[in-house]
């Protein structure tokens, strides 16, 4: 069995990413600090695999602590890098907590690497290093320009994959694929597993499902005044188990089938856009459960139109989103009725 290291694997993506590795007869070893996630997300794995992932308490960004990790687990093939700060907001208040660990743990990870025989590692990257594609780069495919980011989180991607990049080109001994998600949303058909976002969800998704269970009195959808059909913003909302079959695919690709290629980059979503209150619609169709909602102000920092091109992941990897959006919001709303 192939052993894959998963950083922030009880997390909302990584958790989703151990199920299909596990699923595709990987060995999977997590390594998560908690800071977003809880240690039942391992017990809830196993309950939908039959198989109980090895995890560890461990901050990536802890150099010999994470030693001691590469030192118990011999082996390990490849990594997947999920563990992060991701909430935009937060990082324009504390930028240095979000430099300090997105990128430190990508560093700990890159240098131990070569110590410790790992051929492989595939990166969670984001369309937001695209910033506010121009007309004519929408659909956004991998040769768009990369804009200035907008966020010191959308910095810590940027500068993560300028990382990886003069490391592979000074030679190092590995090879990474860097994945740059869209919108992920949904939960595992289990509703074993899903997004838990902790406090007042930022996101929009987790948001609408809390205020369709009265858990928020309404939904503030953030403009309606923007240069789109409505009048709102749009997206292109991934299936959470598509995106994380494609970080399959991608460690297949460079454990099993040997692209040969060092580093090679994938923008992953559904090529199709959704405005807020498109998304907001298809949720009440797909389950009969009525969001209010009210126009606000526009949400400082927030692009107007962004949505994937995503051939070259389709024809390279082989890979497409399937799940409908009207299934993706059920599921949403099915895990949101089990927390
Ligand atoms: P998440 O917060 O659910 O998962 C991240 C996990 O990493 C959490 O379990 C957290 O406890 C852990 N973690 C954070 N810092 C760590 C550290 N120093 N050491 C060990 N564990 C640590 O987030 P997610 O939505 O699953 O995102 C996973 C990755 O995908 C992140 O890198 C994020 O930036 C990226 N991404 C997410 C989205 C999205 O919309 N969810 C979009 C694009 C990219
Ligand atoms: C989607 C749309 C909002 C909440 C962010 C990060 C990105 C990535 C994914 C990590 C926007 C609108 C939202 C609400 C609303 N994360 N909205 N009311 O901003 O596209 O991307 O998460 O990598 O880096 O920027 O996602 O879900 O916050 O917003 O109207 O209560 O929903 O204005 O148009 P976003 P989102």
């Known amino acids: 069995m192939i052993k894959v290291l998963v950083t922030g694997g009880t997390g909302y993506i990584g958790s989703h990413t151990t199920v299909e590795l596990q699923n595709n007869g990987y060995e999977v070893i997590i390594v998560d600090n908690l800071a977003n996630s809880n240690a039942g997300v391992v017990d809830s794995i196993e309950r939908i695999t039959g198989i109980r992932p090895t995890f560890e308490k461990v901050d990536c960004t802890d150099d010999a602590t994470m030693k001691k990790v590469f030192a118990a687990y011999p082996g390990i093939k490849g990594i997947i890098h999920f563990a992060a700060d991701k909430a935009v907001g937060e990082s324009v208040e504390k930028p ?58 959308g910095n810590t991607k940027q500068i993560n994959e300028e990382i990886i990049r003069d490391a592979i080109h000074s030679g190092a001994p590995y090879k990474s694929i860097v994945l740059r998600y869209f919108n992920p949303i949904g939960a595992h058909p289990t509703s074993e597993i ?5 406090g007042v969800p930022q996101n929009l998704v987790p948001f609408l499902t809390q205020t369709a269970a009265g858990i928020r009195k309404e939904l503030s959808v953030f ?3 923007y240069n789109t059909p409505d009048g709102s913003c749009i997206r292109d909302y991934i299936n959470v188990v598509d995106l994380a079959k494609a970080h399959v695919i991608a460690m297949d690709r460079m454990l099993k089938n040997r692209s040969g290629v060092a580093l090679e980059y994938f923008n992953l979503g559904t090529g199709k856009g959704l405005s807020v209150l498109e998304l907001i619609h298809a949720f009440e169709k ?9 126009i606000v102000a526009r949400r400082e920092g927030d692009i107007e139109q962004i949505w994937a091109d995503p ?9 497409k989103a399937v799940e409908s959006i009207e299934d993706t919001l059920r599921s949403a709303w099915k895990w949101q009725q089990r927390t």
């Open 194 to 198: 899903g997004e838990l976002p902790s």
């Open 223 to 225: 403009g309606n005044d």
């Open 311 to 319: 051939n070259y992941a389709n024809e390279v990897l082989g890979w």
């Open 96 to 153: 240095l907590k979000y430099y300090r660990n997105n990128i430190d743990s990508l560093l700990t990870l890159l240098e131990l690497m070569p110590k410790n025989g790992v051929e492989s590692i595939v990166f969670s990257s984001s369309c937001t290093v695209y910033g506010q594609p121009s007309p004519e780069y929408l659909p956004v495919s991998e040769q768009a320009p990369i804009q200035p980011a907008t966020s010191p989180y």
């Open 286 to 294: 797909a389950t009969g459960v009525k969001v209010p909602y009210k």
